[in-house]
């Protein structure tokens, strides 16, 4: 079955920089890759995703890239706030063409991402 | 997207006894899941909620420890049955609209369901 590692379980930025959150899978079938933002006490909220026919895709202050022949996708965050202090999670499922079917999804272990004003 | 409700939303219960918990969805949808969500860790998929027939679950869970239920395209509960101090957990509504909506694969959480046993 499929595995998504992820990385780091922990960041820690200043306010302003950027913060980067690395995910990879193993199987080469999946083709949807969603990012998710828990805050505490919450449930998972998501935040972008991405489908494995573009290679990047932005939304605002947030991006996520993919590299299909690499099998990893990033989430990257610019001019972080304290409010995007938060855990999030990457995943990974298969998506059959038209949205007709689809696997169940993979999650990565993490990331709580600190931001310091 | 869809407004997923849980009930209730935090609960303190004693080992042995039984807690069902409620998930409502604002539109109907395709997929039900739930999932557990220990302190500090990832999520975990215990069961696919089928409408009309027994759920499917993962590996690991079992319909006599949760049994779960699917009345409507709305609506779904989980019991967490004769619970032990290892059940302490969140516990999360999911759904995917599925056929008919803009991006049916999309999937939504609901505010999650935080459970002590004592």
């Known amino acids: 079955g499929e595995n998504v590692e992820q990385h780091p379980s922990t960041l820690s930025v200043q306010e302003g920089d950027s913060a980067v959150i690395k995910c990879t899978y193993s199987d080469s079938a999946s083709n949807y890759f969603p990012w998710y933002k828990q805050e505490l006490g919450k449930g998972p909220q998501l935040i972008i995703d991405i489908r494995s026919n573009v290679g990047e895709k932005k939304d605002q202050r947030i991006a996520v890239t993919l590299n299909k022949t690499a099998k990893h996708f990033s989430l990257h965050i610019t001019e972080t706030q304290p409010e995007d202090s938060a855990v999030y999670f990457c995943a990974a499922s298969i998506v059959v063409a038209g949205g007709t079917s689809y696997g169940k999804l993979t999650f990565g272990q993490g990331t709580i991402l600190t931001v310091h004003p | 997207s869809a407004v997923i409700s849980q009930k209730p939303s935090r609960d303190i219960c004693q080992r042995g006894t039984s807690l069902t918990i409620q998930c409502q969805v604002d539109s109907q949808v395709t997929m039900m899941f739930w999932y557990r969500q220990q302190p500090g860790q990832s999520l975990t998929l215990i069961a696919t909620?089928?409408?009309?027939?027994?759920?499917?679950?993962e590996s690991g869970f079992v319909i006599d420890k949760f049994p779960i239920s699917r009345p409507n395209l709305t609506f779904s509960t989980l019991t967490v049955s004769n619970m032990s101090p290892e059940d302490s957990s969140i516990y999360l509504c999911?759904?995917?609209?599925?056929?008919?909506?803009?991006?049916?694969?999309?999937?939504?959480f609901g505010p999650g369901t935080r459970l002590t046993v004592t």
């Open positions: 909620a089928n409408q009309g027939s027994e759920a499917t679950y």
């Open positions: 999911s759904v995917r609209p599925g056929t008919g909506s803009f991006k049916p694969y999309e999937q939504y």
